[in-house]
């Protein structure tokens, strides 16, 4: 007789890898006041559904093509996604710090949802098929576990940006959500026009993120190519000066020779000679 949804709550508190619990006392209060505040969720319409989605989680998109080589597009396309819904005045979006713990796990909605405490999922998979691009994203109401919005994409990956601006887009049309025009052009404000600095700004990303001194290193080659394809491109100069500081904290640089590099503008990568 117990509700099904406090009976989720139990049951991760009881689960046997402390991964898969609640954080804290402090998560677990809060997926029981959720309990209480949408207690007659299950019972709502579509469209009442949407408007009380108030928190979203983006869950890590799925490399479902199996090859390494593509992790760095399904991680980049998440943080994406979830930079550009931040930027929205609702719902509230779980951080990518948070919601990256998830990656490689099969997980039900419900449980990460109110592990997460967000009322609603986006979740996604990617496939990479030469120089195409097939995405798949869906919103999923945690509550109902029900799909609220959801759609297929195909794109080269040299338009990865429109595509990644495209799914934010109608996420954000399927949440109801009504922008300012100073609104929508901050949410469409793109941080470099160029296709191939982008990927690599992404491949950086995900060098960055393997926490390894290789990875950094490696990290450091991505972000100045990407600054040589565009100069401007600010945020391939935060993500070496972020680099070079994580290679002086772990050691992996004199911290003085770290801290120089972090703090100069790097200068652009040469060209490749149109004869060579």
């Known amino acids: 007789q117990v509700p099904a949804r406090l009976a989720d709550v139990v049951a991760h508190c009881l689960e046997k890898d402390r991964v898969h619990r609640f954080a804290s006392a402090r998560d677990l209060a809060a997926a029981l006041r959720t309990l209480l505040t949408d207690s007659a969720a299950t019972h709502t319409t579509v469209a009442r559904r949407r408007a009380r989605m108030r928190?979203?989680?983006?869950?890590?998109?799925?490399?479902?093509?199996?090859?390494?080589?593509?992790?760095?597009?399904?991680?980049?396309?998440?943080?994406?996604?979830?930079?550009?819904?931040?930027?929205?005045?609702?719902?509230?979006?779980?951080p990518?710090?948070?919601?990256?713990?998830y990656k490689g796990l099969t997980v039900n909605p419900r449980s990460v949802g109110l592990a997460l405490n967000v009322d609603s999922l986006v979740t996604g998979r990617v496939?990479?098929?030469?120089?195409?691009?097939n995405v798949q994203a869906e919103l999923v109401d945690v509550a109902t576990e029900t799909q609220v919005w959801g759609d297929q994409y195909?794109?080269?990956?040299?338009?990865?940006?429109?595509?990644?601006?495209?799914?934010?887009?109608?996420?954000?049309?399927?949440?109801?959500?009504?922008?300012?025009?100073?609104?929508?052009?901050r949410f469409r404000k793109r941080a470099t026009g160029s296709g191939d600095a982008y990927q690599q700004y992404l491949r950086g990303r995900h060098e960055w993120s393997k926490w390894r001194a290789e990875g950094f290193r490696n990290?450091?080659?991505?972000?100045?190519?990407?600054?040589?394809?565009?100069?401007k491109y600010a945020l391939a100069y935060a993500g070496l000066?972020?680099?070079y500081g994580a290679l002086g904290?772990?050691?992996?640089?004199?911290?003085?020779?770290?801290?120089?590099?972090?703090?100069?503008?790097?200068?652009?990568a040469p060209r490749r000679s149109s004869r060579s």
């Open 55 to 94: 928190s979203l989680a983006v869950l890590p998109f799925v490399n479902t093509g199996g090859e390494a080589e593509a992790d760095y597009l399904s991680d980049g396309i998440t943080e994406s996604i979830i930079n550009s819904l931040s930027q929205l005045p609702k719902p509230r979006v779980a």
């Open 96 to 101: 990518r710090s948070t919601v990256f713990a």
């Open 127 to 133: 496939v990479q098929q030469g120089s195409l691009l």
């Open 154 to 185: 195909r794109h080269p990956v040299s338009e990865l940006i429109s595509l990644q601006e495209q799914i934010a887009w109608q996420i954000s049309e399927a949440l109801r959500i009504r922008l300012s025009a100073p609104q929508k052009k």
């Open 219 to 231: 990290a450091v080659g991505h972000f100045e190519a990407a600054i040589g394809i565009d100069p």
């Open 241 to 243: 000066a972020e680099t």
């Open 249 to 268: 904290y772990y050691g992996h640089l004199p911290t003085d020779v770290a801290m120089t590099r972090a703090s100069a503008p790097c200068p652009p």
